[in-house]
């Protein structure tokens, strides 16, 4: 403030000395001018300092001022940094939690996919046996039965029942007929291929199917299995002979390109053999096979069912008791294949 004071004095009396040939015109010199002058210059020699000085001040003052913005800019550029970085690990975290949850998501659907696959392969094998049960072995014939063998060969279905499995049961204990089920179980298993199907079909019936065999394998495969699972049960009071009985048909059960739909799925084999077994369990211990050949127009596959053994030149019965084999045909001889024909 005193600075600008100052500069306003002098300005005021700067015209009065700003030009001495005008003032020596007008006036007269008087005494003290000279006193004057030198006052005036020192005046203006105070005055070019001040204004030097302020000039220095304003230089000083814009310095810091541009010191000050410069310092403005350099935090606002670190705030912007902080920022970026803010957000930068911002949407690090965001990933990363992402990615945690996708990894646990992945996770936690292999382990249900796990678990669906314990609980699905535990609901599908039989707890005593620790074979597969109805549920599995029907799933594998659905499988089996698309899938087409070679050219004179097809897939073989076996039922098989435990003799006297109630005699057993009765004069030994349910836990013996347990024992008796395990043992058979595993001797079944040994005495089939891997790629065979095997399971518990219910009570003390087993079921072994086998693809692409022909007539004479079937028959083999069914002798195997009959003295495999032949064994003696010892108990503690007596020992006495475990035998079996089977009984197998072929899917498709007809030969040739007349085979109706309903013969072609694995239940009318089924079917098929569970009535050879029926026939073999008359004699116990032994294996009947009914194996057909291609049906004709005038009978149905229901007619041919109903009556196998009358399905002369259709079906083939095979038997590990030739006996059965002929009281079946002379059983058969007493029933006319018109009787199918007629229901067909």
Same mark, same amino acid.
């Given at each position: 403030?005193?600075?600008?004071?100052?500069?306003?004095?002098?300005?005021?009396?700067?015209?009065?000395?700003?030009?001495?040939?005008?003032?020596?015109?007008?006036?007269?010199?008087?005494?003290?001018?000279?006193?004057?002058?030198?006052?005036?210059?020192?005046?203006?020699?105070?005055?070019?300092?001040?204004?030097?000085?302020?000039?220095?001040?304003?230089?000083?003052?814009?310095?810091?001022?541009?010191?000050?913005?410069?310092?403005?800019?350099?935090?606002?550029?670190?705030?912007?940094?902080?920022?970026?970085?803010?957000?930068?690990?911002?949407?690090?975290?965001?990933?990363?939690?992402?990615?945690?949850?996708?990894?646990?998501?992945?996770?936690?659907?292999?382990?249900?996919?796990?678990?669906?696959?314990?609980?699905?392969?535990?609901?599908?094998?039989?707890?005593?046996?620790?074979?597969?049960?109805?549920?599995?072995?029907?799933?594998?014939?659905?499988?089996?039965?698309?899938?087409?063998?070679?050219?004179?060969?097809?897939?073989?279905?076996?039922?098989?029942?435990?003799?006297?499995?109630?005699?057993?049961?009765?004069?030994?204990?349910?836990?013996?007929?347990?024992?008796?089920?395990?043992?058979?179980?595993?001797?079944?298993?040994?005495?089939?291929?891997?790629?065979?199907? *095997?399971?518990? $079909? &219910?009570?003390?019936?087993?079921?072994? =199917?086998? %693809?692409?065999?022909?007539? @004479? /394998?079937? !028959?083999?495969?069914?002798?195997?299995?009959?003295?495999?699972?032949?064994?003696?049960?010892?108990?503690?009071?007596?020992?006495?002979?475990?035998?079996?009985?089977?009984?197998?048909?072929?899917?498709?059960?007809?030969?040739?390109?007349?085979?109706?739909?309903?013969?072609?799925?694995?239940?009318?084999?089924?079917?098929?053999?569970?009535?050879?077994?029926?026939?073999?369990?008359?004699?116990?211990?032994?294996? *009947?096979?009914? $194996? &057909?050949?291609?049906?004709?127009?005038? =009978?149905? %596959?229901?007619?041919?069912? @109903? /009556?196998? !053994?009358?399905?002369?030149?259709?079906?083939?019965?095979?038997?590990?008791?030739?006996?059965?084999?002929?009281?079946?045909?002379?059983?058969?001889?007493?029933?006319?294949?018109?009787?199918?024909?007629?229901?067909?």
């Amino acid at each position: 403030m005193r600075i600008l004071a100052l500069f306003l004095l002098l300005s005021v009396g700067l015209p009065l000395a700003a030009n001495p040939a005008t003032a020596r015109q007008t006036a007269p010199p008087q005494p003290g001018s000279q006193g004057q002058l030198a006052q005036c210059m020192t005046l203006q020699g105070s005055l070019s300092r001040q204004t030097t000085a302020l000039a220095e001040l304003q230089a000083q003052s814009q310095a810091l001022s541009n010191q000050r913005e410069l310092e403005r800019m350099r935090n606002a550029s670190r705030i912007q940094a902080l920022e970026n970085e803010k957000a930068r690990l911002l949407s690090a975290a965001v990933i990363a939690v992402l990615i945690l949850l996708l990894a646990a998501a992945t996770g936690f659907g292999l382990l249900l996919r796990r678990r669906h696959r314990q609980l699905r392969r535990l609901s599908e094998i039989d707890v005593l046996t620790g074979l597969g049960n109805r549920r599995a072995a029907a799933r594998k014939l659905d499988a089996m039965t698309i899938q087409r063998g070679p050219e004179g060969t097809r897939h073989v279905l076996f039922l098989i029942d435990v003799d006297h499995f109630k005699q057993i049961n009765d004069g030994h204990g349910h836990h013996v007929g347990d024992e008796v089920l395990v043992a058979l179980a595993a001797k079944l298993k040994a005495a089939c291929r891997p790629t065979d199907l *095997v399971a518990r $079909w &219910g009570g003390e019936e087993f079921l072994v =199917a086998c %693809a692409s065999l022909t007539r @004479e /394998q079937a !028959e083999q495969v069914a002798t195997r299995l009959r003295r495999a699972m032949a064994h003696t049960l010892e108990t503690a009071h007596a020992t006495r002979l475990v035998t079996v009985s089977l009984g197998l048909a072929p899917i498709p059960f007809f030969d040739g390109g007349n085979d109706p739909a309903a013969a072609s799925c694995w239940d009318y084999a089924l079917r098929m053999a569970d009535r050879a077994l029926y026939a073999a369990k008359r004699h116990r211990d032994a294996w *009947v096979g009914y $194996w &057909g050949a291609q049906l004709p127009d005038n =009978a149905t %596959a229901e007619a041919v069912l @109903e /009556q196998p !053994e009358a399905a002369e030149g259709i079906i083939t019965v095979m038997s590990s008791v030739p006996r059965i084999v002929a009281t079946s045909m002379t059983v058969a001889r007493a029933r006319s294949l018109r009787a199918l024909r007629g229901q067909g």
